[in-house]
């Protein structure tokens, strides 16, 4: 039982360049979402999904795209990468209803130099 | 809107000793509290939940959390420390929407 897998686990990018995370899930969930981790805020979200083909803005939106084709795959685009985005990019899934727990992938680390 | 506060962005305790970490939320309807963990280098898993079952929540590892709505808090403790409790701690909220928002995290340290 996979669960949330990410990939790649660790990427450099040269500023300018584009880059696709990939994130899938086994476990069926309707809800998935992008967090970006910094030191000192936590994890704020930029991206989420309540089921395919739906997609919606979270905190930290501008700079990357996600879609959502299937209810497995949420891949989140970085267009021109740039330094302030790098951290570290978790993708997490979760069943209905708000109370639920979210289910995290190990994590992307992203360097843009 | 939710939001979450944890005083203290560095928590030091000595093995054996209490846990205890703060976290205040502001929500404008009844949240749904989490608290997760991180250990080095892996994703976020979940420690214990509050959805209005009872305030007092356990979870896994010997951690416990009590909901006060009379002080917005959701304060973490667990009574005796191992040295395998040394990771970063998250306390979040949600409102019925899915949106988890976390507070900005809590390092502990563990000495023995």
């Known amino acids: 039982n996979a669960g949330v897998t990410q990939t790649p686990k660790f990427q450099v990018l040269k500023t300018g360049q584009s880059m696709t995370l990939q994130c899938a899930q086994d476990?069926?969930?309707?809800?998935m979402s992008w967090y970006r981790q910094d030191p000192g805020m936590g994890l704020r979200l930029i991206h989420y999904?309540?089921?395919?083909?739906?997609?919606d803005q979270g905190e930290v939106p501008n700079g990357y795209n996600v879609s959502r084709s299937t209810t497995e795959d949420f891949p989140l685009r970085l267009l021109s990468a740039a330094p302030s985005q790098t951290s570290v990019y978790f993708c997490?899934?979760?069943?209905?209803?708000?109370?639920?727990?979210?289910?995290f992938g190990q994590g992307t680390r992203l360097t843009v130099v | 809107a939710q939001s979450v506060t944890q005083l203290g962005s560095h928590v030091s305790v000595s093995e054996g000793a209490l846990v205890l970490l703060r976290c205040n939320y502001s929500?404008?309807?009844?949240?749904?509290l989490f608290w997760y963990v991180q250990y080095p280098n892996q994703g976020l898993q979940l420690l214990l939940k509050?959805?209005?079952?009872?305030?007092l929540v356990k979870g896994i590892n010997g951690f416990e959390a009590e909901f006060k709505k009379s002080e917005t808090s959701f304060h973490l403790t667990k009574p005796s420390a191992h040295m395998s409790d040394a990771a970063e701690y998250f306390c979040a909220v949600s409102d019925n929407d899915y949106k988890l928002s976390f507070g900005a995290g809590t390092t502990v340290t563990v000495r023995a």
């Open positions: 997490a899934s979760s069943g209905q209803g708000g109370f639920t727990e979210a289910f």
């Open positions: 509050y959805t209005s079952a009872a305030t």
């Open positions: 999904s309540v089921g395919a083909g739906i997609t």
């Open positions: 929500s404008s309807v009844p949240p749904y």
């Open positions: 476990m069926n969930h309707e809800y």
